[in-house]
C-alpha cells in the first residue's frame, strides 16, 4: 500500500472501496507521526491510541489534527499554556464533532503560541515546533504546530486551526501550505477556547484547496451553542472548484505592499500574472486605513483577551495551587505562575485599555477606527470579486532573529493580516513560489461569506502536485 | 503598573514590572497614530458584521458530563475556593 503523495480525495474513495484497509493505515499513520513529533515537535499531545471512526461518513478514515485550543472531549486541552495542563474537556467543540461524525479520527493537539498570542510559534509552553523546510526557521503563529505537521506528513491529513489576527495565513505562508480563515461566524466558536471573541474563527490548515473546501462543508453552518454563528445553511464549497476564473476581478491593494521584502513583491506579482493568463482582470486599489489596522487591532485583541483570561483562577480546571491566602493572593499567585511571559504582556495591555479615564482614548478609538477599515474593504468589494496580496512581509524568520525582536516589532509582523481579520472576511493563504528556497504564501481575501470566490481563485494555482 | 497588575490579579517580580513598563509605553506610543483617524459620526464596530440577538426557550436541559471533572478543589457537590476575606 503506497500512501505517499496521494491526495485526501483519492484516498477517501479508496479506503471506501476497500481498496486500503484501515488497520494498515491507522499504524502506518501512528509510526509515521511518532517520528515526526521527534524531529519537528507539532504535536503538544499525540493521541496514545487512535480510536477508530464508528461512521462511514464523508472523510472515514481520515486523520485530523487539532490546534490545542480547541477542546476535544477526553483529550487534554492547554492552549498552549501551562495554566490549562492537565485539563481534558468533558465535551468536543462542535467542529470536532462535526468531523468526527463523518468519520474523521483523531490524531493529536497541535502546538500553539499560548493561547494565540504569537506570530511564530515561539510562546509556547510545551516546546516550539520547528519548520520542516529548515529546522532553524519558524513554522509561523499560532497555529504553527498545524502547519508543520500538515507540511511534513506523507500521508492524507487535514488540520484544524484557528486564527484571531493571522493565525491561520501567517503558519501557511511560511510552511508553504493552504490555509482557510473563514467569514466570522461561519463556523461555530463552541468549544474553542478564546483569546478575543469578536476576532476568532476556526479554520484549516492543509495540503491542497480541494482539502479546505471538502473538509470547510463539514464544519461551516449554524450552530445553536455559539450566539454569534451566522444563519447561513451549510454547502458544498467543492462546486467552486469546478468554475475557472475568467472574468473574475481582482483588485490590488497598493498599502499591502509597502515594507514587503523585493523578491517577494516579484513572487506576488508573478502570480497576479497567471492569474490574468488565466482570464481574470487585475486593476490596483486603495485601503486607506491599513496602516491604522495594526494599532486597532492589538487594542482590541488584548482587551478582549484580558477579560477572557480573567477566568483562569485555579479553581474549577487547569493549574490548581495549594488553597492559601484570600481569593486575591491565591488568583493572583496562580495566574502569576501558570501564565507565560507574552500572556501577562497582553494582559497588562489590555486591562490597561479598558481602565476608567483610558477605555474611550484607546479601546472605543480602535473600535472606531475598526468601522472605517471595515468600510474600505466593502468598498473595494463593490468593484472587485477577490482581493490579491502577500501573506506576510518576509518568508519564515530564524529563530535568532525572531529572539532579537522587541514586543512591537514583533507585533508588526501580522501587518498584513491584521486587517482583513479585524473586518472578519473570509481569507485563503496559497504557495505561490519560493524566495532563498523558502515559501511565499499569496493572500486572497474575499467579501463575507464569499469563500467560494476565493476557493475558485486559489484553485486555479494546481497546488497539489499529486 | 502597579495598578493595572493589581486590577488583572497578576504578582510581577521587580524584573518584570521594569520591563513591561518600558515596553507598554513603547506600544501604547506607536498605538497614538490612531488620533490621527477622523471618527467623529463612526459608530464602533464590536463585532465584524451586524450581530442580532438569538433568544432561545428558557428551559432547563440535561447536560452529560461533570462539571467537577477538572477540579481538585470540591467538596461534594461544590467547588471549594478560597476564602473570601
Not at chain 1, 107 to 135: Q, R
Amino acid at each position: 500500500m503506497k500512501l505517499e503523495k496521494l491526495s485526501v480525495k483519492e484516498f477517501l474513495a479508496r479506503i471506501k472501496s476497500g481498496d486500503i484497509d484501515l488497520d494498515d493505515f491507522t499504524a502506518h499513520v501512528m509510526e509515521n507521526s511518532k517520528s515526526i513529533q521527534k524531529k519537528y515537535n507539532p504535536f503538544i499531545t499525540l493521541v496514545d491510541k487512535i480510536q477508530k471512526p464508528k461512521k462511514k461518513g464523508k472523510l472515514y478514515g481520515l486523520p485530523i489534527s487539532i490546534k490545542d485550543n480547541i477542546c476535544t472531549k477526553g483529550i487534554q486541552t492547554t492552549a498552549g499554556s501551562r495554566i490549562l495542563e492537565g485539563y481534558t474537556p468533558p465535551f468536543s467543540a462542535s467542529c470536532v464533532e462535526n468531523i468526527v461524525n463523518e468519520g474523521a479520527f483523531i490524531l493529536g493537539k497541535t502546538a500553539m503560541d499560548e493561547f494565540g498570542f504569537g506570530t511564530f510559534s515561539v510562546n509556547c509552553a510545551y516546546g516550539i515546533p520547528k519548520n520542516p523546510l529548515d529546522t532553524e526557521r519558524s513554522c509561523g503563529g499560532s497555529s504553527g504546530g498545524a502547519s508543520c505537521f500538515t507540511a511534513v506528513a506523507d500521508f492524507p491529513h487535514v488540520a484544524l486551526a484557528e486564527s484571531t489576527g493571522g493565525s491561520i495565513s501567517c503558519p501557511a505562508a511560511f510552511t508553504g501550505t493552504v490555509g482557510l480563515t473563514p467569514t466570522y461566524g461561519l463556523v461555530s466558536r463552541w468549544g474553542l477556547i478564546d483569546y478575543a471573541n469578536s476576532l476568532d474563527k476556526i479554520g484549516l490548515i492543509t495540503k491542497s484547496v480541494y482539502d479546505i473546501a471538502l473538509s470547510l462543508s463539514i464544519i461551516a453552518g449554524n450552530d445553536s451553542k455559539d450566539s454569534t454563528s451566522l444563519n447561513v445553511p451549510a454547502h458544498d464549497y467543492t462546486k467552486y472548484l469546478k468554475k475557472d476564473i475568467k472574468g473574475m476581478k481582482i483588485g490590488v491593494p497598493k498599502e499591502y505592499f509597502e515594507g514587503v521584502d523585493g523578491k517577494i513583491t516579484k513572487v506576488i506579482w508573478n502570480a497576479i500574472k497567471k492569474l490574468e493568463d488565466l482570464g481574470a482582470t487585475y486593476k490596483e486599489v486603495s485601503l486607506p486605513h491599513t496602516k491604522y489596522s495594526l494599532s486597532a487591532y492589538y487594542i482590541i485583541a488584548v482587551s478582549e483577551a484580558s477579560t477572557n483570561l480573567a477566568k483562569y483562577a485555579g479553581m474549577r480546571y487547569g493549574l490548581h495551587l495549594e488553597l492559601k491566602g484570600n481569593f486575591d493572593e491565591y488568583f493572583s499567585a496562580v495566574r502569576s505562575n501558570g501564565f507565560g511571559e507574552e500572556a501577562k504582556r497582553r494582559i497588562i495591555l489590555g486591562t490597561f485599555a479598558r481602565m476608567a479615564g483610558y477605555r474611550d482614548a484607546y479601546y472605543l478609538k480602535a473600535l472606531k477606527v475598526r468601522t472605517k477599515i471595515i468600510e474600505d474593504f466593502k468598498k473595494a468589494f463593490k468593484q472587485f470579486d477577490v482581493l490579491a496580496a502577500p501573506t506576510m512581509p518576509v518568508v519564515a524568520p530564524r529563530f535568532d532573529e525572531i529572539e532579537k525582536l522587541s514586543p512591537i516589532e514583533n507585533y508588526m509582523m501580522d501587518v498584513l493580516t491584521v486587517a482583513p481579520n479585524l473586518a472578519g472576511i473570509p481569507m485563503i493563504s496559497v504557495p505561490a513560489g519560493k524566495v532563498n528556497n523558502m515559501p511565499v504564501g499569496l493572500h486572497l481575501m474575499g467579501d463575507h461569506l464569499q469563500e467560494g470566490k476565493i476557493l475558485q481563485v486559489a484553485n486555479s494555482f494546481k497546488i497539489q502536485k499529486y | 503598573m502597579e495598578r493595572v497588575s493589581k486590577n488583572a490579579r497578576l504578582k510581577l517580580s521587580e524584573e518584570e514590572t521594569s520591563k513591561f513598563t518600558q515596553q507598554l509605553k513603547d506600544v501604547l506610543g506607536a498605538f497614538k497614530s490612531l488620533d490621527e483617524v477622523d471618527t467623529g459620526n463612526v459608530k464602533p464596530s464590536f463585532h465584524p458584521q451586524e450581530i442580532s440577538d438569538v433568544y432561545r426557550e428558557d428551559k432547563a436541559e440535561k447536560f452529560d458530563w461533570d462539571p467537577l471533572s477538572n477540579t481538585k478543589h470540591k467538596e461534594g457537590k461544590y467547588f471549594k475556593g478560597p476564602r473570601i476575606v
